[in-house]
């Protein structure tokens, strides 16, 4: 931790960059993001398995990127970034939201975190994606800290739903998300953690033409997680914000990564993992498959 701390100290002192985003201690199990400009605040830096949001979504925020205009010359933002939090700033370098040489990246060998703030850390309690975590080492950073670590072996128990619902009936599987979607209190809290919902104006904010209904109603709850699926799809990095944000347990995950699975499968693409990869839905091959879903 000290060496992070006095990493971040540095940076700000020598106004290599004009904040460090990243987290501070609130109690023994719980962390919160924090925005820094000032290196003493740098000793209440902390990473461990408790460092749960992913803080590239502070990079598209105009308030932030303010910060790097405030000195004669433009300054980067260094941010504190899981391996998975990683991915969500390729992608969002590659959809020309922000520069590469306007972030330095500090990341970790990580060993996984809690799905939830105030549990003890264990297999039981590890969060879904560090299951299937393929990536605990970085795939781009400026500053790499910490050992290699091992994650603890758990069963994939959002993988064995997605299975389930896959071999039900189209009827079955409808019944499965409008019972779920029916929960939705349209709060927007999935919109808000997402890094890659950075719209200006979301098509639900919308009201002329209003594309989709704001009450929390069936119509409208449908259409909302299903227009957001798809306007994710090929591009969630799989970082689980939004289903650790939704107030109602609404599991986002399964559609999310049901969405990654099917774009591997039939483009063999992963959001955010190469910065040398053409994204999916920014390219165009005629040789693509158009038999999605079939
Ligand atoms: S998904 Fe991988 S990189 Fe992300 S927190 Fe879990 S173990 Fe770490
Ligand atoms: S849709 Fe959810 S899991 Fe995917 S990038 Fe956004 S917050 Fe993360
Ligand atoms: S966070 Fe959950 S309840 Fe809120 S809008 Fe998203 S899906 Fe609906």
């Known amino acids: 931790m000290e060496v992070l701390r006095k990493y971040a100290s540095e940076l700000l002192e020598k106004k290599a960059v004009a904040a460090v985003i990243g987290y501070v201690r609130v109690s023994d199990k719980r962390t919160r993001p924090a925005i820094i400009t000032n290196p003493e605040d740098t000793s209440s830096l902390v990473f461990d398995n408790y460092c749960l949001n992913n803080l590239s979504v502070y990079l598209t925020k105009a308030r932030i990127k303010a910060l790097c205009r405030t000195s004669d010359k433009p300054m980067k933002l260094a941010i504190t970034a899981k391996p998975c939090d990683v991915h969500s700033i390729v992608a969002l370098i590659q959809e020309n939201q922000i520069h590469r040489d306007d972030i330095h990246i500090i990341s970790f060998n990580c060993g996984g975190v809690v799905k ?94 209003c594309w989709i209904e704001s009450s929390s109603h069936q119509r409208g709850n449908f259409s909302w997680n299903i227009v957001r699926a798809f306007h994710l799809s090929a591009r969630c990095t799989g970082c689980g914000e939004c289903e650790r944000a939704c107030p109602m347990d609404i599991p986002l995950g399964l559609i999310n990564r049901t969405m990654a699975i099917e774009a591997k499968k039939s483009f063999s693409f992963v959001s955010g993992r190469s910065l040398e990869i053409p994204t999916l839905v920014g390219s165009f091959d005629v040789k693509d498959s158009d038999e999605l879903f079939m």
């Open 116 to 209: 939830d703030f105030g549990l003890e850390f264990s297999k039981e309690t590890l969060a879904s994606k560090c299951i299937h975590c393929e990536s605990q080492k970085p795939v781009y950073f400026d500053k790499l800290f910490g050992e290699e670590k091992k994650i603890p072996a758990a069963e994939d128990k959002q993988l064995q739903k997605i299975n389930e619902i896959d071999s039900m009936s189209t009827e079955e599987r409808f019944e499965f998300f409008k019972k779920e979607f029916d929960k939705c209190i349209k709060c927007y809290a999935c919109r808000a953690v997402c890094p890659l919902c950075y719209c200006q104006r979301c098509i639900t904010d919308k009201t002329i033409p």
